[in-house]
T-cell receptor, first 111, second 113 residues
Framework: GNSVTQMEGPVTLSEEAFLTINCTYTATGYPSLFWYVQYPGEGLQLLLKATKADDKGSNKGFEATYRKETTSFHLEKGSVQVSDSAVYFCALKGGSYIPTFGRGTSLIVHP | ETGVTQTPRHLVMGMTNKKSLKCEQHLGHNAMYWYKQSAKKPLELMFVYSLEERVENNSVPSRFSPECPNSSHLFLHLHTLQPEDSALYLC????????????FGPGTRLTVT
């Protein structure tokens, strides 16, 4: 079956630091890959996505590249802000309409 | 209102009560999902409805009963819950195709006393 593995959190950074949250996956075929973000007290919302190998998704300064050779979709941001503090979920959606989520990684950014 | 809406946002119920959670979407999506989110645990898919198909997570207790009367509305009926059922219940919708993301509601924070 499909699976998504994310790095354990929490990740704690100072403002303006560089962020990487690792995500690797196992899936048959050619899944689409997603990063979702959940702010406190809210539901998840899409941050970015990529639907085929070598695609780069980007939004709000965050980026992730679909690497089929390493089955990875790592999330990066060059300079984090306090407002980026949230929980980040990596997910995939393959041949089925039922997605697979990682466990989530909490990010805490200090001023 | 746009997006996915959920009511109520907060619910406190005793173990002998019966209540229902409601989810609504007017995005034209053809799949709707219920998730349970507990502290320190992974997101748990409970039920999925799509094009008159229903998929169940076999580990979900029978005290949770879903209902999907049409493609825009989804309910989760609750009865004789346990304290460990206290959690955030999230509804989501999407198009079935693999390239389409899910849209989540804000969730219902359920507390079982």
């Amino acid at each position: 079956g499909n699976s998504v593995t994310q790095m354990e959190g929490p990740v704690t950074l100072s403002e303006e630091a560089f962020l990487t949250i690792n995500c690797t996956y196992t899936a048959t075929g050619y899944p689409s890959l997603f990063w979702y973000v959940q702010y406190p007290g809210e539901g998840l919302q899409l941050l970015l996505k990529a639907t085929k190998a070598d695609d780069k998704g980007s939004n709000k300064g965050f980026e992730a590249t679909y690497r089929k050779e390493t089955t990875s979709f790592h999330l990066e941001k060059g300079s984090v802000q306090v407002s980026d503090s949230a929980v980040y979920f990596c997910a995939l959606k393959g041949g089925s309409y039922i997605p697979t989520f990682g466990r989530g990684t909490s990010l805490i950014v200090h001023p | 209102e746009t997006g996915v809406t959920q009511t109520p946002r907060h619910l406190v119920m005793g173990m002998t009560n019966k209540k229902s959670l409601k989810c609504e979407q007017h995005l034209g999506h053809n799949a709707m999902y219920w998730y349970k989110q507990s502290a320190k645990k992974p997101l748990e898919l409970m039920f999925v409805y799509s094009l008159e198909e229903r998929v169940e997570n076999n580990s979900v207790p029978s005290r949770f009963s879903p209902e999907c009367p049409n493609s825009s509305h989804l309910f989760l009926h609750l009865h004789t819950l346990q304290p460990e059922d206290s959690a955030l219940y999230l509804c989501a919708s999407s198009y079935r195709d693999r390239g389409h993301e899910q849209y989540f509601g804000p969730g219902t924070r359920l507390t079982v006393t």
